[in-house]
């Protein structure tokens, strides 16, 4: 790009490992924001579904391969799958703020809000592991929009602070 003292080059990579750190740092703070409101409400999920979507993709995944998940290694499985979905969220939206700052307006609560929407209110339900939002109770939906509003912010914030370090 005339002009520019940046190449594209380093604006993906800056994207990609601020966007990595910040994925994963914001799928730990909405875990935690979970596990708050879980230990609050009396039960260690806010939703009505026995097997968190998580898990039951790993297990999906799992018999992909050929194999099987033991029971009691369906949480890490779950904890992975969403470890590594946040991260591949966090990489996406730090490299596309690079190259389009307005999509952080309002501090990433556009992203939480975008990805509670297209993940837990319409993918998850077109996949068969949940159900559609219209099929849920209104406090389902909401615990929905307040992790990923979580997960949206801290993604903002900590892509924010290691892009400037690296831009430095």
């Known amino acids: 790009m005339p002009g520019s003292?940046?190449?594209?080059?380093?604006k993906v990579l800056r994207g990609v490992v601020a966007g990595a750190i910040?994925?994963?740092l914001a799928s730990?703070?909405?875990?935690?924001?979970?596990a708050v409101v879980g230990a609050l409400s009396g039960s260690d999920d806010a939703?009505?579904?026995s097997e968190p979507a998580t898990e039951q993709a790993a297990d999906a995944i799992a018999k992909q391969t050929g194999h099987e998940i033991a029971a009691t290694d369906k949480?890490?499985?779950g904890q992975a799958i969403h470890y590594a979905l946040g991260l591949g969220l966090g990489v996406a939206y730090g490299v596309a703020v690079?190259?389009?700052p307005l999509l952080a307006v309002g501090y990433g609560s556009g992203?939480?809000?975008v990805t509670a929407t297209l993940l837990d209110e319409a993918a998850v339900p077109a996949v068969g592991l949940?159900?559609?939002p219209w099929r849920t109770d209104l406090s389902t939906n909401l615990y929905s929009y307040a992790s990923h509003l979580v997960f949206g912010v801290t993604s903002e914030l900590v892509r924010r602070q290691v892009a400037s370090t690296l831009h430095r």
């Open 5 to 10: 003292d940046e190449s594209i080059l380093i």
């Open 22 to 24: 910040a994925g994963a």
């Open 28 to 34: 730990f703070a909405m875990d935690r924001f979970q």
């Open 47 to 49: 939703s009505e579904e």
């Open 75 to 77: 949480p890490l499985a």
């Open 98 to 100: 690079e190259f389009r």
């Open 111 to 113: 992203f939480g809000v």
């Open 130 to 132: 949940g159900s559609a």
